[in-house]
């Protein structure tokens, strides 16, 4: 039987049982491979405690999904297409048009969003 590794270089398979293939080698590099996965596991933890640490609060994008929502059920109880909304209700609603946006209404690129 022969077992694909993938970090054998010589272009050769290891043959399995049989052929004079270490058991204790296969388990040795189990475990190396376990070390490694929970390392690489460990960075992923430390990494996500440090982003934790340094963005503890997350109030301003909550804010902006909450006025998202508000907006999107506004229009819809008056009236715009929550599937196939026409062009004309949009942009009375702020959405951006590059005429409009250049010549005076810039608060489109903001409500837009």
Avoid at 35 to 56: H, M, S
Avoid at 95 to 108: E, P, V
């Amino acid at each position: 039987m022969t077992i694909y590794d993938p970090r054998n270089t010589s272009g050769s398979h290891r043959q399995g049982r049989g052929s004079g293939h270490d058991p204790m080698h296969g388990m040795h590099q189990g475990l190396i491979l376990d070390a490694e996965v929970a390392a690489e596991v460990r960075q992923i933890r430390e990494f996500q405690i440090g982003l934790e640490q340094q963005t503890p609060h997350t109030v301003m994008t909550f804010f902006f999904l909450a006025i998202n929502v508000i907006m999107f059920v506004v229009m819809i109880a008056n009236g715009v297409s929550p599937s196939a909304p026409r062009v004309v209700p949009l942009l009375q609603w702020g959405a951006n048009h590059g005429l409009l946006s250049l010549n005076g209404d810039w608060w489109r690129l903001l409500t837009c969003t």
